[in-house]
């Protein structure tokens, strides 16, 4: 490798459930120019872009045509990477290391308000043959590896209404999440079921917004360069797309993105090296299940451990303080970007009421959601 590839500038709208006001392609334009602004540079000086957007959820083909203009990208190269967006993010770490390019640019965003109805895009993801005839709405592959998951690690549907609470209660705090509320663990298990023992109140909520960060070379930041956050390891995994044939109490694409990305930073022991983590959260079990597979709490304590307070802003291992995706909003693939966007906010030391005090090194996870077994981890850490 030629050295780290930091994150020198962050641009961002706040995410709401409904944009009627603005489209898309404004909501990118104003992240973009706030990112520009924050890294100290023109779009001119930018080598390469990436949009992290899937054409099935945009409702065009080729949804990547759609974005160079609010980026000011015109005639340069920009490509789109159908993936979470830590995956996405990946693909430009790794263009940067190849010693050909100095600076690039990452954007998501999410019109998800326009989508009539999400689980029939959702649907065509799964098993044309074996799983989509059967005509289930998509959220049974959740009930499934909800049931699954308690019952193979002993955590309980309680602990997972706990990490509701929890997080719509830290994205109190935060001003960009969507769907901050003071909740109770029986307000959430009182809720609609929807795909037992998942139930409506363990889903997070849809949000519109975009995201746009700027990646340099280390060897390009001068001492002028805004708050630079490095990305010391980066990992993705993709599993099995049949659900037939998954594990599905493990979220082993976290696993195995994790240790990608603590073997590229050095990392050994996760709970002790590890200041605090985004993960995500889709789904209340999602949490649980996530921080186990990442080594962030050992398979069947991640529960007990949420009740012990480890995982609150004051624990030893605060995790969502953002609010995660049930707190913010779900808004698809750029939920990864979402978290590590929180991760760098904290880092620099610019998370306002939330701000955890003294943390240098932070983890971002992203899963693509149902019904897929996609994601990524990212370890980023200041100068």
Known sequence: ??????????????LRTVTPEVSFREMIFEAAVKAYSDAGVEPGQVDTFVSVTEDYIEGTAIADEYVPDQLGAVLKPVHTVTADGITGLASLVMQIETGQLDLAVIEGHSKASNIGHPAHIEALALDPIYARPLGFHPRYVAGLEMRAFLEETGNTERQAALVVAKNRANALRNPLAAYPARLSADDVLASRPEAEP????????????????VLA???????????????????WSQHTPNIEERELHRAIYAES??????????????????????????????????????GLARPGESGML?????????????????GGSLGCGNTYDMSGLRSVLEVVLQIRNAAGERQLPGVKTGLAQSWRGIPTATGGVAVLRGE
Request: no cysteine.
């Open 306 to 322: 949420l009740e012990e307070g480890m995982f609150s802003p004051t624990g030893d291992l605060p995790v969502n303080v953002s």
């Open 1 to 14: 490798m030629l050295g780290r590839v930091a994150i020198v500038g962050i641009g961002y709208t706040p």
């Open 198 to 213: 998942l139930k409506r109140s363990d889903i997070a909520g849809y949000a519109d917004g975009a995201i746009v960060m």
């Open 257 to 294: 993105a994790a240790q990608m990305a603590y073997r590229m930073a050095g990392i050994t022991s996760p709970t002790g090296e590890i200041d605090f983590a985004e993960v995500d959260d889709t789904f209340s079990y999602k949490e649980l299940q996530h921080l186990e597979a990442l």
């Open 217 to 235: 070379r280390e060897s390009l930041l001068s001492p002028g360069t805004s708050q630079p956050v490095f990305i010391d390891g980066i990992g």
